[in-house]
């Protein structure tokens, strides 16, 4: 019978060396976790922000005060000379072929509404730059906005 004791030797644990690793496992995947759930929290509230309605305008809740320096008068604006297009368009050619000038281009239509001028349509001159719109659409632009919507000139 032959049996060694080796006294000098360790022995080896590997159930303890085991259960470290098993931790910082645990650990490690618990931070990766986080991490990622981080990140979606930021795309997420990015993106909700990013499709937010615009804030609308309630006009019953507007200070009086707010909107006296927001827009004309009724007053103001009916000052503003109205035309038909017909009649401008006749006019200028008129006054082209009698001095052999060449005639005004007050272009083709509204930059407001996009839309062409037809015959028919009541046109608003701003006077202090000359540019013509829509009636309705400029009386609109003027309930928002103070200045010309081409050259940002105030009508005041």
Known sequence: MNTTINAGKPSSNTTGNHQTET???VGIAFFVLIFILIIFYIYYMCK???QAPAPTIDSDSED???????RLDN???STFPTFLYSEIMT????A???TGAISIDYGSGCSICLADYKPSDVLRLFPECGH???MSCIDT?????????VCRNSPT
Do not use: G, M, N
């Not at 009086?64 to 927001?70: F, N, R």
């Open 64 to 70: 009086d005060s707010c909107v006296s320096t927001s």
């Open 91 to 94: 006019e200028s050619h008129k």
């Open 141 to 149: 632009w003027l309930r928002v906005q103070l200045t010309c919507p």
């Open 23 to 25: 931790a910082y496992d």
């Open 48 to 50: 909700r922000s990013s």
């Open 75 to 77: 007053d103001i604006l």
């Open 132 to 134: 013509l719109f829509h």
């Open 96 to 98: 082209a072929s009698e």
